[in-house]
């Protein structure tokens, strides 16, 4: 079979498996909905179905594809950045800030004040993990990709180290809070951060695909790039930022959710190669 008539039958395959899913989130639920009567609630809004569908699981749907669409996207960059197959969006520590953000923000009680001061407070956290990462990865003014990778990682057992801390002199109900939100959800209630999430995957998906053909270059090694006429440092900076805020926004809005930035590259990989 030709290259162009496989694209198609995998193109075809993952839009129906895509359907399925949508059709199951929709349907499934403390409330089960049939996907037949799904357009027909869909029309009449004064049904509590309706309510269902509209204000939790289509805004939830949306946040899942955002969700997992922005950290598979930062996993594919970050592995080409790195040529490291196991390197994730997670691996540069920014996991480890948002959820001490978070952790200090319940301790302190500031979710009492406006549940939105939760997100806020990962969002503030990752971001300076992005910072720290980013300053002390400097190298007379380039960007030293093995010395990121270290410092993140070292940033992550800190973060940990003091989100402990932080947990052994909370109440026990703060504990339960913490853990919630450290687990991951999609179960986000602000249709707000969701329209801004999905906004925020969408043009950095089409920013990132400018850098196609820089990423591949950097995947054979920073000098081979230089010699194919790759701004090596900017691409890297750049690349970087993207990641960052793609991970950093996704963690301040459904929390920690791993295993997706890992593995997703490596199955799409396996039907459109490197």
Known sequence: M???LIWFIYVLLFLVALSVVIILSLSIGEIPIPYKKIPQILADKESMEYGVLFYIRIPRTLLGFAIGGSLSLAGAILQGIYRNPLVEP???GISGGASLGVTFAIVAGLHLLNILLLPLA???GAFTTIFLVYTLSLKKGALSV???????VMISFISSSLMMFLMSITATENIHGIVFWIMGSLNESNTAMIGAMVVLSIVCLLIS???VMPLNALRLGEEKARHLGINSNATIRILFVITSVLTGA???VGGVIGFVGLVIPHI???FVGS
Do not use: E, P, Q
């Open 146 to 152: 093995n010395r990121m990778l270290l410092i993140g």
């Open 250 to 252: 996704c963690i301040a």
């Open 209 to 211: 695909y400018l850098f």
């Open 2 to 4: 030709s290259k162009k």
């Open 122 to 124: 990962g969002f503030i």
């Open 268 to 270: 799409v990989r396996l």
């Open 90 to 92: 997670y691996t540069l």
